[in-house]
Each structure stands twice: as structure tokens, then as C-alpha cells.
């Protein structure tokens, strides 16, 4: 119930192609939907976040699209660039019930070739 | 402002040994959490502490894990009596103490222990 399954593992796409990322999740007090994205030697870096009462959020070239009824969301990158690649998280909280603590999935590795 | 501060960035232990791993939260954040990241996983949550409390350590094995936030200085993530399956990269993020949450977090750039 605590976990958050993220798939692919890894992606390859080319330069100006679009990425994306899906997770799912099964516990319904999660309220909070972030992805992070990190790069080799540093820490995760919060990327764009959704609450459930949106189905999208956009901001550049990054859209979170939002599935409450199937438990899922996605992360899309448009015109995907080499300065994209780089491991990708989705994560969940349950922020609404006090606690600051966020459930991580297991992450994909996002390649763009020139 | 120096961001989140994570102090060694590595560290190699023997088995047996033990390991002081420190955080300093940014400049005006009061809340403070580890996280460990496995190999090819993603970021587990171990344990939420504000100045001089311990708020959530659900995460936190029973044993040989424990952590501090003092009223100075930095936080302090010690793991005694390491073993190999200790290694991994330990993360620090910060908060501000106006209940943002997740959605406020910092990530350090993490310290990577190795057990040997």
C-alpha cells in the first residue's frame, strides 16, 4: 500500500523526441505527487509537482498528467534534450494526514541522444 | 545561501566501524529528514527530526541506526557497528518550519558510504 511502482527502468530517446515517465500508486490518502530529477553525484531536485485536484500541470517542457480513478500519473518531456538525461523519480504523500515524509519510486534512467 | 550541506561526501568504513554522517539544513529551515538510496533504487525515508526532537523514525531499522538534530549545530545521522549492507548514499533534505512539506524540501548531494 506504501509503495509506488515506476516504470520504464530506463529510456533512450532522441534529441527533440518526447519522454515519459509512468507511475502508479495504491494508497488513496497520497495527495501530493512530485518528480524529481537527479543527477549522477547530487541529490534529488524537485522538478514539478501535481495535488489530485488537477488532471494536468504544465510548466516548459515538463506536464504532469494525472489519472485519479486508475492511480497513476506521468511525467511527459517534451522536445526532449542531451542536457535531459538524467535519473528521474516520481514520488507520493500523504501530506493532508501531517506527515512530511515522501514514498519514492524506483526511478528511471532518461538518455537523449543528439 | 549554501543550500543543504552534507559532510563527508564519502565515506569509507570496515565492518564493525561506525559512521558519522552530518547535515546542515539551509539557512532558516528547522525541519530536517534522511533519506537511504540503495544501488539501481529509489530514496527510502528513515527519519524526520526538528531541533532537538525526533518527529518520525519510522524508517529507521531498530537497531545500530540512530539520529540527532541538536539545538546547534548540525544534524547527525550515526550508524554503529556498520556492516556491507549499510552502503548506499544517505541523503539529507531541509524544510522550512512553515509546514510546507515535501513540496518545500532541499536535497543535499548525500554522502556515499562504502563498507569494506
Known amino acids: 500500500q506504501q509503495q509506488v511502482k515506476q516504470s520504464p527502468q530506463s529510456l533512450i530517446v532522441q534529441k527533440g523526441g518526447i519522454s515519459i515517465i509512468n507511475c502508479a500508486y495504491e494508497?488513496?490518502?497520497?495527495?501530493?505527487f512530485p518528480w524529481y530529477q537527479q543527477f549522477p553525484g547530487k541529490g534529488p531536485a524537485l522538478l514539478i509537482a501535481?495535488?489530485?485536484?488537477?488532471s494536468e500541470k504544465k510548466e516548459g517542457r515538463f506536464t504532469i498528467s494525472f489519472n485519479k480513478s486508475a492511480k497513476q500519473f506521468s511525467l511527459h518531456i517534451m522536445d526532449s534534450q542531451p542536457g535531459d538525461s538524467a535519473t528521474y523519480f516520481c514520488?507520493?504523500?500523504?501530506?493532508?494526514?501531517?506527515?512530511?515524509?515522501?514514498?519514492f519510486g524506483t526511478g528511471t534512467r532518461l538518455q537523449v541522444f543528439p | 545561501n549554501a543550500g543543504v550541506m552534507q559532510n563527508p561526501r564519502h565515506l569509507v568504513r570496515r565492518r564493525g566501524q561506525e559512521a558519522r554522517l552530518r547535515c546542515s539544513p539551509m539557512?532558516?529551515?528547522?525541519?530536517v529528514y534522511w533519506y537511504r538510496q540503495l544501488p539501481e533504487e529509489g530514496l527510502k525515508f528513515m527519519v524526520y527530526?526538528?531541533?532537538?526532537?525526533?518527529?518520525?523514525e519510522s524508517g529507521m531499522p531498530k537497531e545500530r541506526f540512530s539520529a540527532e538534530f541538536p539545538k546547534e549545530g548540525p544534524s547527525i545521522l550515526r550508524i554503529q557497528q556498520v556492516v556491507r549492507g549499510d552502503s548506499a548514499a544517505y541523503f539529507c533534505?531541509?524544510?522550512?518550519?512553515?509546514?510546507?512539506?515535501?513540496?518545500?524540501?532541499?536535497f543535499g548531494s548525500g554522502t556515499r558510504l562504502t563498507v569494506v
Open positions: 527530526l526538528q531541533k532537538e526532537n525526533i518527529i518520525d
Open positions: 533534505a531541509s524544510s522550512p518550519p512553515n509546514g510546507a512539506g515535501p513540496g518545500g524540501y532541499t
Open positions: 539557512k532558516g529551515h528547522s525541519h
Open positions: 514520488a507520493a504523500s500523504p501530506i493532508s494526514y501531517n506527515t512530511d515524509k515522501l514514498i
Open positions: 501535481i495535488r489530485p485536484d488537477v
Open positions: 494508497n488513496t490518502a497520497f495527495d501530493y
